[in-house]
C-alpha cells in the first residue's frame, strides 16, 4: 500500500499543521522551479547548493550541512517529492544555512522520508528518491547538496511517479555529482533501504507529522514557520 496524505491523516489521528501531509502554505505548489531559481542552483550562488560538509563526510550516514561537530544538530525531515519541501529547500533555508550554518552555529542532518509507518510516502517511487540521496552523500558527498538543491529547483510534479533511477541520474548528471555507475548500483541494490526504515522510525519518535519539518533541541516545528523557526534557533545556539 501506498500512503497517501488522506490515509496518513486517517491512521495518524494527528492535527497536522501543514506541508506535505497538510494543506498549502505561502502559496506553495508542485511542479518546475523557475529559470531564475534554477540560474541561481546552477551558478552554485545559493547557500544550499554550496553548503558546506564535515571533513570526514563518511563518518557520516545521513547529508550533513555544516562541519560536523557543531553543538547542535538540527533533524531536517523531508521528502524529495514533496513541493512544500520544495518551497522551503529554494527559499527560507538558504537563509538557515547562511545565518546558522556557514557560522557554525548547527548543523544540519538530512532525513528523507521514503516510508512513513513502514508505508511508501507520496508514491512508490519516494523510496527510490532517497536512496538515491542517500548513495550519493556516501559515493560523491562533494556533490550532495548541489545535487539536492537541483533536484528541488526542478522538482516535477508530486502527482506523478517522476523518481525513476534514470530521472534521478539525469538529475544527478546535471548537478555534476560523479561515479553516478557507482551510484546507480547501489540504487538498484537497495543498499540503503535500512536507513529509510530508521528515519521513518526518527520521526514518528520525534513527533514529525508533515514535511518539511525541523527537530531542533528534541521538539519539532514546522519548517515553513520562519518565525517559531528562527526563535527556537535562537534558542538553540544561545
Known amino acids: ?17 501543514g506541508g506535505c501531509l497538510g494543506g498549502n502554505q505561502d502559496g506553495a505548489s508542485g511542479g518546475d522551479s523557475t529559470d531564475e531559481t534554477t540560474s541561481a542552483t546552477n551558478g552554485n ?55 546558522y550554518v556557514e557560522p557554525g552555529e548547527i548543523d544540519i542532518e538530512l532525513r528523507t522520508l521514503g516510508y512513513f509507518g513502514d508505508e511508501p510516502f507520496l508514491g512508490p517511487d519516494a523510496p527510490r528518491a532517497s536512496e538515491a540521496g542517500l548513495a550519493v552523500w556516501n559515493v560523491d558527498p562533494q556533490s550532495f547538496w548541489g545535487y539536492y538543491e537541483y533536484v528541488f529547483s526542478h522538482q516535477p510534479s508530486e502527482k506523478k511517479q517522476w523518481a525513476t533511477t534514470d530521472k534521478l541520474l539525469s538529475f ?59 526563535k527556537r534557533l535562537d534558542s538553540a545556539t544561545k
Open 1 to 17: 500500500m501506498v500512503l497517501s496524505r488522506r490515509q496518513l491523516l486517517a491512521t495518524t489521528g494527528v492535527t497536522v499543521l
Open 45 to 99: 550562488s545559493n547557500p544550499v547548493a554550496s553548503a558546506p560538509i564535515p571533513k570526514n563526510p563518511d563518518e557520516h550516514e545521513y547529508a550533513i550541512a555544516g562541519t560536523g561537530t557543531a553543538d547542535t544538530t538540527v533533524r531536517y525531515f523531508s521528502n524529495w517529492k514533496c513541493p512544500y519541501c520544495a518551497q522551503f529547500s529554494t527559499g527560507f533555508l538558504g537563509e538557515i544555512v547562511s545565518e
Open 172 to 230: 544527478m548528471e546535471k548537478a555534476g555529482v560523479k561515479r553516478r555507475d557507482e551510484i546507480k548500483t547501489q540504487i538498484e541494490s537497495n543498499e540503503y533501504e535500512s536507513l529509510l526504515h530508521q528515519s521513518d522510525t526518527a520521526a514518528q519518535r520525534a513527533g514529525v507529522n508533515s514535511t518539511p519539518m525541523l527537530v531542533i533541541n528534541g521538539e519539532a516545528v514546522v519548517a515553513l514557520k520562519k518565525d517559531e523557526v528562527r
